[in-house]
Structure formats: structure tokens, C-alpha cells
């Protein structure tokens, strides 16, 4: 199995996400990739290979053995429906699969599911959901965000130190390039530059819903999601300053080691030593999480979760799922 060579396709190559990726899949011992597309970008050189940007339409689906999805939400779905046609794999970088429902996916979207019958799909985030995607058909990358939250909180809430129902607050910054390489009035460099803004306040990001699904199936009982983005005026990286209650019962002096146990045998997750924060610099351009854990008093913890937003946030986290999917080394291009 691990000597096959897999024949790969990657839609969106020329986005951010998707040209990390194709940097990623190029030094990847066991692909070749076939095509990269763009709508924008079509005959322009791809870089780390030898290829041209071909139009989405002009892909050569039958070619491949599987694709990456580096898609707007509502178009991404449509292709992976055309690729289970085909009979080829699928990892999807955008939010149309990480939902499990039409319903929560009409919810936080705002439009109806292209198609609600690839729903659920298996949520791409290894380190707590690995046996559900080894030699899966399809995956769904989780985003940036939920990925660098629930890496952060996942050690307690599996261990159930969290007080019940309480609150959980998340004060987040990402780099400008989570907002997609297409121009944007609020992302300009004069507009991003000296500045420093929130958005989706509170409740109304798009991601709240996937981050509380996915916390739900750690723990039921896990409390309501407190979420506050920011943009951050750098190119990429994301940290997430994560506040909790434990119950009573445990301290705050024990969740370091807790951490320690629980990230022991990931490779891609750093747990700094107590007092070392962790640091955007700590994991920007690599495919890795640091975490690093604050005692505040004796019953309330600061967790601080970094991740590189295009890499364990969408690209690199997508090739590790790929590498489970075929049952290649997980980090196999990553390390």
C-alpha cells in the first residue's frame, strides 16, 4: 500500500489553502499531481511543478484517483458529488461537508445543503477522530478555527474537567490570508495594516455551529461557545485564547500534565512546558499545533492554541488526512 503512487487533482490550486497544498502534495513521496485549477489563473505556471492552471471544467476527473477541494462553500459540495460519480476520493477544504446536517448546514450557511445526501461526512480532524477516516471514501477538512479551538479544549473536555454547561470562551485572531486570496475591501493592506479588528461577535461566525457539533462529541455535556474572531494584521497564523472553569475536583495544576498525556504520541501537536506561551512563531509555515496551558486560579485555566491557518488549518491538516485515508505514514510530506 505505501509504495502506490496515488494520482491527485487539486480545484481551487490557486487559492491560498489550495497553493499550499499543491507545495505540499508536490513533495509528497507517494502522489502525482495531475491537475491544478483556477478560474482566474488558467495557463499560468503552477508553482512546485510542471504543470499550467487548468479551468475547472477542463479538469480531466477520470485521471485521478483523488481530490482536494479548495472550493467556495456551495460550489465545493457540487464537485464532490461529481467526484463520487467517478469513483474518485475526495478531501474537501471547504464547510460544505463539515456539518452533518442540511439542517445546521441551512443554518449557519444560509442556503440549502447542494447535496444533503453526502452528509455526514467524516470530520477530518485526526487527532480525536482517526479510526473514522482510515480508508475513508471522503473527508471533511475541518476549518482553521475549529481546528486550532478544539485542539485546545479537546484534553479536557474528553477527560470531563470542564464545568457542565458552562460557558466556554474563545477570543481568536487569524491572519489575513484566512479570508481567502480574492480582494476584499476589509482586507486591503491599508485597511489591515496598523489595525486590528473584530468580527462575527459573540455567536454569529459560521463556525460556531462546527466548532459545538464537534465539541458535543467529545462531551455532551460541553457548555455554550462563547466565539469572538479577530482579523489579525499579518499574512497568516491563527491563535486561539481559550478561557474555562474546571469542575470541582480538579485543579489547575494538573491540567499541564493532563495536556502532556493527552498530546503524547501526536507528532503534529507541540504542549509547551509550563510557563513557555505559546506563539505564532512557534508553528507559522509548518504543518504542527502548539498548545501551552495557564493556571489562573486554582479552578480557572488559559489555554493559548496556535496553528499556521493554511497549513494544520486547511492544507497541511488535509494531507494528513489524505495520508490516513490511504494508509500512508500520517505525516508523510508534513515533517
Known amino acids: 500500500m505505501e509504495q502506490q ?87 474537501d477544504l471547504s464547510a460544505d461537508l463539515r456539518l452533518d446536517t442540511p439542517e445546521l448546514y441551512q443554518q449557519w450557511y444560509n442556503h440549502p445543503h447542494p447535496h444533503p445526501e453526502l452528509l455526514p461526512t467524516p470530520y477530518g480532524l485526526p487527532e480525536f477522530n482517526r479510526a473514522a477516516l482510515k480508508g475513508s471514501e471522503r473527508i471533511a477538512a475541518p476549518g482553521c478555527y475549529p481546528t486550532t479551538t478544539l485542539l485546545g479544549i479537546y484534553p479536557l473536555l474528553r477527560a470531563n474537567w470542564l464545568v457542565n454547561e458552562r460557558p466556554i470562551i474563545v477570543d481568536a485572531k487569524s ?19 496598523g489595525n486590528f479588528s473584530p468580527y462575527g461577535v459573540g455567536r454569529s461566525h459560521r463556525h460556531v455551529g462546527e466548532i459545538e457539533q464537534e465539541m458535543r462529541k467529545i462531551n455532551p455535556a460541553a457548555g455554550v461557545l462563547i466565539f469572538t474572531p479577530h482579523l489579525l494584521p499579518v499574512d497568516r497564523g491563527l491563535m486561539a485564547s481559550i478561557y474555562v472553569e474546571l469542575a470541582p475536583g480538579h485543579s489547575s495544576a494538573d491540567v499541564q500534565s493532563l495536556y502532556e498525556e493527552t498530546y503524547a504520541n501526536e507528532p503534529l501537536i507541540m504542549v509547551h512546558p509550563a510557563g513557555k506561551l505559546a506563539t505564532l512563531k512557534d508553528v507559522v509555515r509548518t504543518n504542527k499545533a502548539a498548545i501551552s496551558v495557564t493556571p489562573v486560579t486554582d479552578r480557572y485555566v488559559h489555554i493559548t492554541s496556535v496553528t499556521d491557518n493554511l497549513r ?17 505514514p500520517e505525516t508523510t510530506a508534513l515533517l
Not at 491572519?175 to 486591503?188: D, I, L, M, Q, W
Open 175 to 193: 491572519g489575513v490570508s484566512g479570508a481567502g486570496r480574492e480582494p476584499k475591501a476589509n482586507t486591503h493592506f491599508v485597511e489591515v495594516y
Open 5 to 91: 503512487t496515488v494520482r491527485v487533482g487539486i480545484y481551487g490550486a490557486s487559492g491560498y489553502a489550495g497553493q499550499d497544498a499543491v507545495e505540499i502534495l508536490a513533495a509528497h513521496p507517494h502522489v502525482e499531481v495531475v491537475f491544478g485549477t483556477s478560474g482566474t489563473y488558467a495557463g499560468d505556471d503552477i508553482p512546485f511543478t510542471n504543470l499550467q492552471y487548468i479551468k475547472p471544467e477542463d479538469a480531466p476527473l477520470e485521471s485521478v484517483d483523488a481530490v482536494f477541494l479548495a472550493l467556495p462553500h456551495g460550489v465545493s459540495a457540487q464537485m464532490a458529488k461529481k467526484a463520487q460519480a467517478h469513483g474518485v476520493r475526495a478531501i
Open 312 to 328: 494544520k488549518g486547511a492544507a497541511g491538516q488535509a494531507v494528513q488526512c489524505f495520508n490516513l485515508m490511504y494508509g500512508f
